[in-house]
């Protein structure tokens, strides 16, 4: 049994008492306190790890005034904060162990719009694509590109100074910056812009912190104008510190402070609003990309594609490639990066071009398909090949595939994971295939397994070697490593944090700068931040102070996860892999990924939340000497705590014993286990896996509550009430059976039993009784016009309609269904957590679907969930006992057997809303129905949805109810309006279920309007 895990790094007193103290404030945000909370934002996506003392979410700039005044009271002096974004940063930016600021949970409108000025305001919690999103229908777009656009805040993005593709063209944040509204740590509110003559003076000539804010810069950019110019590097990258070189410009005699806190780093204050320019979208959009026999290759041919005018040139190489075949992404671009028949492909360069004059686009694509064939046809400068693609759907595809390229390069089967830390070099790019050349070498001497890719056209190379932090001797090399990077990037004329910030590199400054023009840097940071409170230790210090800055040498996740055994960490590899990416943050509420945290917008109920709070749970029982396999040993091999001893731990928690274990509890309990993590996640994190795991060895420890009972055995009830079910729908129709299930066992809206039922129905027709004698009997001929159907609890107790449709649609089909025996699959189960239960019940169905298998008949399945639980959760379970047998969803069966003329086309127009489930798991599920329908004379297409919030039993959890209905708001809700019912259709038997639930009406199955096509 599990021990109680009492410990949590405790709040300090003074820590403690501001908290107290601002929320009797005026402060109207919220406070997050727990260690659940405060490891939800403890890491990033960098190697370090920092537990900060507690969390804000102000709603207002208001707010942060507020605490900053609070702040500066006597007792509140060592106080620090540090803002935090989307948390994306892979140097630790935002990482701190005092007070973090989190702008992105409220601080998330568009404030403001003037289409004709091209401008907008915003607050800067706003997530980039959030913001494209909102521009798009006036014709507009803020430029600035990165790989994590759709978790990336604009905050974020103005602390970086984030560029990355297209940065030629559309130059970095800073450039698009038009003003800033920023509190400074006493409280004091900087709205600033550019200003000149009297406007100038006015601020310079203020007595407060602002005047010396104005004063400071000006006297450096005027001292220092010749060390500032011989030091800023040439580069199209901005090196984050304070952009002296752009902040003053000597001959107008305008000072922007923006320039000063773009590529701060948060360091100087919390910047709360934004005025950004916005422009255009192009017209006109084409992509090539370009094939090498060579990553070298590829490289030494960026700068012929640069003198094309190209928007941009990004370079990928085979690794990258690789990676991204092995993923749920390869299936959107694998047409658009075929492989050269005879050639190896080792490399692309991915050039776009894009224009608003036609003539001016089809002008760069004729010039470049020139010079390309010419390269091809005399075997010159390693190009193999290339593919061009205009429509905007697939040049979205190629830049998704290459986004997601960042997460892929952190994923890997060894010990060694590829990390971030020396990941963002620049050089100019005509010493960039040189500079390669040393990097490869450098990393190639250490035996080191990489991958690269990125900006060519800027210089700039993303690289993450494959490092284990849990070895010490490991982390050892990295600071190695990253010393050797610094000094190659000096003698190139280039930077080691070209794109992705300083964080904890900022120990690297100093030398950078040169001792004078540093501490002209600290000069500023004093005249903002004088005793150091905000973010310390990033960038620089204020001059005077004796603290050092953060160091490469800081403590990371490593540290903590190499105090797990090496067999729990690999066992849980499902957790312990996550590293940070956060694309579990997506914003897009159509994408299937983590409905949870969309709706809850709480970083602690998301993928990477959970992973933290699980390899801290891990962490935690390894160090009280908990072999965590070994209990789980002990549970499937039936040694249960008794029930008094779960009663009695039940009854202390209930008095509010403090247990880690419950922290953990709530959040896994948060998760809808729709399994999108597992594919649509880079690194493949799966939550639901280690989420049974988790609650199997909570439950030895306390008391299950009813409705899991309710729910791991509705396969063992369903049948038995199955058999009268009009005489069950009346009483659990009855209001006081649905009050007393609500109040006493937890769920609510219980469906009812489908009548008549399945049996009843196909009595009606001919429809061929199971007789496993009779079917081993049939010839091999015989049995391939045979289909056996598999039944699951939902669709044949719930909703036979679609089973008899689906029999029925097989029979029309020409072919000869067999409703097989209804045998338990038990999802239900392993969703709840009864391990054991579900290692038998899996045990037992698999015996009898390898028994079916060796009949050589197709097997269909009804719903996603169940049919997809044989392939993952059987797998998991059983391993190689599991054996062969292959369940199929309709469509996987009927699209390969398609034969004839393809119907004319009716005008029957339907909408299929995917299960969330099947389009991660299965991402051509979708494609697969609009084949068949167009075959039969149907018209069908995809709605982009996300999930609809049941999720199995999910949605009947009285306590998830109001996620379960806020969830289907974000995007089914209004896709459904859009449509008539009739013709809307779900796979999924929850979709459809919550559907009825909220509108009223169920929709039908695919199976059952290709029923109505034949």
Not at 463 to 489: F, G, N
Request: net charge negative.
């Amino acid at each position: 049994m599990i021990p109680n895990l009492n410990h949590q790094e405790n709040i300090k007193q003074d820590t403690f008492a501001f908290i107290k103290a601002l929320s009797e404030s005026d402060y109207a945000g919220e406070i997050a306190k727990s260690y659940a909370s405060r490891l939800a934002v403890a890491t990033d996506n960098s190697v370090y790890q920092c537990l900060p003392q507690a969390v804000l979410y102000p709603k207002s700039t208001q707010d942060i005034i507020t605490l900053c005044q609070l702040a500066q009271q006597t007792e509140f002096a060592d106080i620090r904060f540090s803002p935090r974004g989307g948390g994306t940063g892979t140097n630790g930016q935002s990482l701190t162990n005092d007070i973090v600021l989190d702008l992105s949970k409220h601080m998330n409108n568009i404030l403001e719009i003037n289409p004709k000025d091209g401008w907008v305001r915003v607050q800067t919690g706003v997530v980039k694509d959030q913001l494209n999103d909102y521009l798009k229908p006036h014709g507009l777009f803020f430029s600035p590109e990165l790989s994590t656009s759709n978790r990336a805040t604009i905050g974020g993005m103005i602390s970086n100074d984030a560029s990355g593709q297209g940065s030629l063209a559309y130059g970095k944040t800073s450039d698009h910056v038009l003003a800033l509204t920023s509190v400074l740590i006493d409280g004091s509110l900087l709205e600033s812009k550019p200003l000149a003559a009297v406007d100038l003076i006015d601020q310079v000539e203020r007595e407060d912190s602002i005047g010396a804010i104005y004063r400071q810069v000006i006297d450096t950019c005027e001292s220092q104008q010749d060390n500032i110019e011989n030091t800023f590097p040439k580069l199209n990258r901005f090196l984050t510190g304070y952009d002296l070189k752009h902040v003053y410009d000597h001959e107008s005699g305008t000072v922007d402070l923006t320039r000063i806190l773009c590529g701060a780093e948060g360091s100087l204050a919390f910047i709360t609003e934004a005025t950004l320019h916005v422009q255009p979208i192009p017209t006109y959009r084409t992509l090539f990309n370009i094939k090498y026999d060579s990553f070298q290759s590829a490289l030494q041919n960026a700068p012929f594609l640069v003198k094309a005018d190209a928007l941009s040139v990004e370079t990928v190489d085979s690794k990258v490639l690789n990676l991204a075949k092995q993923d749920i992404v390869w299936h959107s671009v694998k047409d658009l990066i075929t492989d050269v028949p005879g050639q190896v492909l080792d490399g692309i360069n991915i050039v776009e071009f894009a224009e608003s004059d036609q003539t001016i686009q089809q002008q760069k694509i004729d010039a470049l398909t020139v010079m390309l064939d010419g390269l091809i046809s005399n075997k010159e400068a390693g190009v193999i090949g290339y593919q061009i693609c205009s429509d905007l759907a697939d040049i979205n595809k190629i830049y998704g595939m290459r986004k997601k390229a960042v997460g892929l390069l952190g994923k890997a089967d060894t010990r060694a994971k590829p990390i971030p830390f020396a990941e963002d070099t620049c050089v100019p790019p005509e010493n960039l295939a040189a500079y390669i050349i040393e990097f490869r070498q450098l990393l190639d001497d250490k035996g080191l397994h990489y991958g690269m890719f990125g900006h060519v056209d800027a210089g700039v190379l993303h690289v993450r070697p494959a490092l284990d932090l849990c070895d010490p001797e490991q982390e050892k090399l990295m600071r190695e490593i990253s010393d050797k990077v610094v000094a190659l990037t000096a003698k190139y004329k280039g930077l080691m944090w070209g794109e992705h910030g300083k964080g904890f590199r900022s120990e690297y400054g100093p030398e950078f700068f040169g001792e004078v023009l540093f501490n002209e840097l600290r000069k500023i940071k004093a005249a903002f931040d004088p005793n150091n409170r905000v973010n310390p230790g990033k960038i620089c210090t204020p001059l005077n102070s004796t603290e050092q800055l953060v160091s490469v040498d800081a403590v990371k996740r490593g540290t903590f996860d190499r105090q797990i055994p090496i067999e729990v960490r690999e066992s849980y590899s499902q957790a312990l892999d996550c590293n940070g990416n956060g694309l579990c943050f997506n914003y897009d509420t159509k994408s299937p990924m983590c409905p949870s945290v969309k709706v809850t917008k709480d970083r602690v109920h998301s993928p990477k939340g959970r992973a933290g709070l699980m390899r801290e749970w891990l962490r935690q029982l390894a160090n009280n000497d908990i072999d965590v396999l070994a209990l789980e040993s002990d549970l499937y091999a039936g040694k249960n705590a008794s029930i008094f001893t779960k009663f009695k731990n039940t009854l202390s928690k209930r008095n509010g014993e403090y247990d880690f274990s419950h922290e953990v509890m709530e959040a896994m309990q948060g998760c809808l286990a729709c399994k999108a993590c597992t594919s649509q996640c880079p690194i493949q994190v799966d939550v639901p896996t280690f989420r049974s795991r988790f609650i199997h060895l909570y439950h030895d420890r306390y008391l299950r509550p009813i409705k899991d009972y309710l729910v791991a055995y509705v396969e063992q009830y369903a049948p038995l009430m199955g058999t009268m079910p009009r005489f069950f729908n009346f009483f659990t129709g009855l209001k006081v059976t649905s009050t007393l299930t609500e109040k006493v066992v937890g769920m609510v809206d219980i469906p009812q039993l489908s009548t008549p039922t399945l049996k009843s129905t196909l009595n009606q027709h001919d429809i061929s009784e199971f007789d496993l004698t009779k079917l081993q009997a049939l010839s091999a001929t015989e049995r391939e016009d045979y289909v056996l159907i598999v039944q699951d609890p939902f669709t044949t107790y719930y909703d036979a309609d679609v089973v008899r449709d689906l029999i029925l649609t097989v029979k029309k089909l020409g072919y000869k269904p067999v409703l097989l025996p209804f045998k338990p699959n038990g999802k239900p189960q392993h969703i709840k957590g009864f391990l054991s239960k579900f290692a038998k019940t899996a045990k037992d169905s698999a015996a009898f679907l390898n028994q079916m298998a060796e009949l050589s008949i197709p097997m269909v399945g009804t719903d996603p969930a169940m049919v997809l639980c044989y392939r993952d959760e059987y797998k998991q379970a059983l391993g190689n006992e599991r054996g062969a047998f292959n369940v199929q969803l309709f469509q996987e069966w009927l699209k390969p057997r398609l034969k004839g003329e393809v119907k004319t086309a009716s005008n029957a127009d339907f909408y299929l809303l995917g299960h969330c489930t099947e389009k991660t798991a299965e991402p051509t599920a979708g494609n697969d129905w609009v084949t068949i329908f167009k075959h039969f004379g149907g018209s069908l297409s995809e709605v982009a949805v996300g999930c609809c919030g049941m999720a199995g039993t999910y949605g009947h959890d009285a306590g998830k109810l109001a996620d379960s209905k806020a969830i289907y708001s974000l995007s089914w809700e209004a896709e459904i309006a859009k449509r008539e019912r009739a013709q809307c259709l779900a796979t999924g038997y929850s979709c459809r279920s919550q559907v009825k639930r909220i509108e009223g009406e169920t929709l039908k199955h695919p199976v059952q309007a290709l029923l109505s096509l034949l």
